[in-house]
């Protein structure tokens, strides 16, 4: 443990005055509130902690007889006394050595995106309204109004904790508490900023530009790291993520990275086959329908569904054929229908096995 006196860069002799003038000067510097840095908190610690012994003239005697590390009442002790008498009694909130932090991260906040179904097959860009927590402009997460700054706690020099000696079982113990004039922090805020009350950070709408990638589905969550709520006291942000919903389309549904549709077909256009062109959502498709083509029937395109989400390529689009049967025939229509049947050998209707799979999907959809 480095010596207390150099911690605070004090002659040996110093007064307690200059003591106390050393601590300040290096809290100001030091504060968590000021100096956000892992080193500055470590070193505000050992600052605090060697002000703690030598402000106190019974402890200043002691730590000069015991010199480093020796038999004499080190500091460290009373500290891990702390420690255990907070683990046991829940005291302090978390061994609170130190003072907190009014800097803390912001809140994630979720948000719900739809997105149609071509949107989906190559991805799209969105500009994003949310309604967040920004830095406030005025004080620039200081909290403070422009040229003020935080001032040293005068009840808890800064620590954040009072400290004070319990009898218990184990003897005298230390506890700390949060410090009441400054709830903890360490320093008190004067003059905070009038734009956001000293909260260091103000409600806004903020635009944030998104890509969504190709192949996202219903459920999907995207995490944009830093784009969610501004943290207090110019805190780190939060993430925001957004949640996709793919909205129904009238005639396209989707089977992972595969499209599906029905196409419907006259029964006369399934006897005789022929080329079609259909609207799928990415531009128009050649079906060949070949002479006989029957009910159920998928014809796959290749490469026409959906971009991969990870990787590369896109899925098919899978279409089913259903042939429709006429419902109303006129007179002569009726007559060379007949005819037909009377020509062409038709076996007679007989029973096989169900029709489980994609047609039967189909057909519900269709039917539904
Ligand atoms: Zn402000
Ligand atoms: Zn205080």
């Not at 002790?77 to 912001?106: A, H, L, V």
């Not at 184990?170 to 004067?190: D, K």
């Not at 070949?290 to 026409?304: A, F, H, Y």
């Not at 089913?320 to 038709?346: N, S, Y």
Request: with cysteine; glycine share 14%; proline share 5%.
């Amino acid at each position: 443990m480095a010596d207390h006196y150099e911690v605070l860069g004090v002659a040996r002799d110093a007064t307690t005055d200059e003591i106390k003038k050393a601590y300040r000067r290096l809290a100001r510097q030091l504060h968590p509130d000021v100096n956000p840095g892992a080193d500055a908190s470590e070193r505000f610690k050992s600052v605090t902690h060697a002000y703690d012994v030598l402000s106190d003239a019974k402890q200043r005697q002691q730590y000069d007889r015991g010199g480093q590390g020796g038999g004499g009442f080190d500091n460290g002790q009373f500290g891990n006394f702390g420690d255990i008498f907070e683990t046991f009694f829940g005291g302090g909130g978390g061994g609170s050595r130190g003072p907190r932090s009014r800097r803390e991260r912001g809140q994630d906040a979720l948000l719900r995106v739809e997105l149609d179904l071509d949107e989906v097959i190559f991805g799209t860009h969105r500009d994003i309204e949310v309604d967040t927590a920004v830095v406030c402009g005025t004080c620039s997460g200081t909290c403070c109004q422009p040229g003020t700054a935080p001032v040293t706690c005068d009840i808890c020099h800064g620590t954040g904790n009072i400290q004070r000696a319990v009898r218990s079982l184990l003897g005298n113990v230390m506890t700390s508490s949060p410090c009441g004039s400054c709830r903890g922090y360490g320093t008190i805020i004067a003059t905070p900023c009038v734009t956001c009350q000293g909260q260091g950070r103000v409600r806004a709408r903020r635009k944030v530009p998104i890509d969504i990638p190709a192949g996202v589905d219903t459920g999907l969550r995207l995490q944009m790291p830093g784009s969610g709520e501004a943290g207090p006291a110019g805190g780190p942000n939060g993430d925001l993520y957004l949640e996709m919903k793919v909205r129904h389309h009238d005639v396209f549904s989707r089977d992972g990275d595969d499209l599906l549709c029905t196409l419907d077909i006259p029964m006369t256009t399934a006897i005789l086959g022929t080329t079609t062109t259909v609207a799928a959502l990415d531009g128009d498709i050649e079906v060949q329908l070949r002479p006989g083509v029957q009910s159920g029937e998928i014809l796959t395109i290749k490469d026409r569904g959906v971009t991969k989400l990870r990787g590369n390529g896109r899925g098919d689009l899978r279409i089913g054929v259903q042939v429709l049967t006429p419902t109303k025939l006129d007179h002569k229509e009726r007559e060379l229908i007949e005819a037909f049947a009377a020509r062409h050998k038709v076996p007679a209707p007989s029973l096989s096995h169900f029709q489980q799979g994609l047609f039967a999907k189909l057909r519900d959809r269709f039917l539904g």
